[in-house]
């Protein structure tokens, strides 16, 4: 009995080893296991780590394609501006941080509000505003044709905008439509006032006027230096003593036209006094007869950087809509009483002459704004006589100097600048190469002292007297300006430098011969 205890004791305590074995075991195999997924975990994690980055720098990169699109672009929800990229920003005038929160209604003409609205809230049926005028931070309308499209954004509905900017095409179009017009009346005008001299009626007052207004350029001897203000100021004058007007007065007699100036062109400008004062005059008498007898007439004269504008505004009646896009064009005229309807063809030929534009601008409160812009600048005026820059693209230099590394160097520095560059070793080759062909400058090294180059730069100049002569790693100066020799028209020291070296002879080939200039 007692021996059976002892082996069910035994058995007992096996069960109970067998137990806990199998039990560190299953704890074993779960561990493993648990590390096992946190190991797969940790790999998804990076994974997915990877992939948002990649995602992230995609968005940044659809974000700066669609900044950089050529057309307007807005995100909306609801009527609120989620996103505007550059081009709808700088044509209406608007930051982007302007624009983003702001409510679209808010930069839309009210008369285009309603059908836009409508079409967000989803009660326009198929129905799209195809077109809509926009308003810019100045109040000026801007009108573009419009894409819309319902799209999906942080989960929630919105709308894609795409805007297309057509007034500006309009108006290059109507002023290019008006250009060919213009040209080909002056050409007809042109005809005609041969054919009177052909007649024998080189004084017929119409010839005349047809000849001025087909007229394209001015002779020299047209051309002085004018101010502006006092053109401006004459043709008041001249005005003012026709209509009774005292001197110093800006009412006539009755005190019925009032005319007012504000003139603040200080700069002189290029150009035909005659033909300038008649224009001014053309226009006041214009505003006036605008004015029927009875308001305001205001002209200023502002200077901006190469530009002067000038302003002839009147507070009268206004031109109808359906004839503004003729009063330039010679013979019309709404004024009937034996005009010919000539005064503003010529005024716009005086100013394009000049190098300068008129346009008018109709006021809906009314009366009319003719805004001149003259170039203080203009180069049909510039002289023949006058130093012209020359194009140094393809130019021919001559080198003379030993063959080395630097010699070599420099010489295809100068090659990769588009400069065709012929080196030569001695006096001989210089003058023989001077000989075949003719070269806009020549550069002598002084690497090797500066013995005959006296000699050298006589003989040259005697041949080929206008072309630029550089002489190059002279002695050091210190920073002093070095002596060029008679002849020479640049003098470069040790150590060369390129950057400095380059600009210098780049000045000489552009300006041809000119003084010294010493690096």
Known sequence: MLEIIKRVSRNLRDLKTVGKMAQKKKVRSWAHRLREE???LKEKLATLRKEKARLKKDLEKAWELMAHVPGGLFLLQQETIVYANDAASNWLGYSLGELAGKSLLDIIDPGDVQPILEFI?????NQRPDALHFKNSDGRSVYCVVHIKKTRYEGRNAFLLNLIEIERKIE???NLLEAQKHEALKRMAKAFAGEWDIMGEPGNPLSETLRNFSQKTYNPSDISTLNLNEIIEASVSRYGSERGIPDGHTEDSEGQISIKTSLNATSPIQ????????????LIMNASEALEGKGEIYL??????GLINVYVQENGCGIPENVAGKIFDPFFSTKGNGHKGLGLSLTRSVMERHGGKIGMMRHDAGGTTFHIKLPLDHDLFKTNDRPQKKSIKDARILVLGDQNILINLLCRFLTGKHLHVTRVDNHGECFKTLKGAPFDLLLVDQSNGPANTAWLIQKIRHTHPVMPIA????PNTDGAEASPPPGVDL???????????YSDITRLLAEGKMSPIHT
């Open 471 to 474: 002489l190059f790693n002279g």
């Open 271 to 282: 150009g035909c006094q005659k033909d300038l004062h008649n224009a001014f005059m053309s």
């Open 38 to 40: 946190n190991n797969g």
């Open 300 to 305: 200023t004269a502002e200077e901006r950087p």
């Open 121 to 125: 809230q989803d009660n326009a049926g």
């Open 491 to 501: 003098v470069i020291p040790k150590p060369l430098h390129v950057g400095p070296f």
């Open 172 to 174: 290059q179009e109507k």
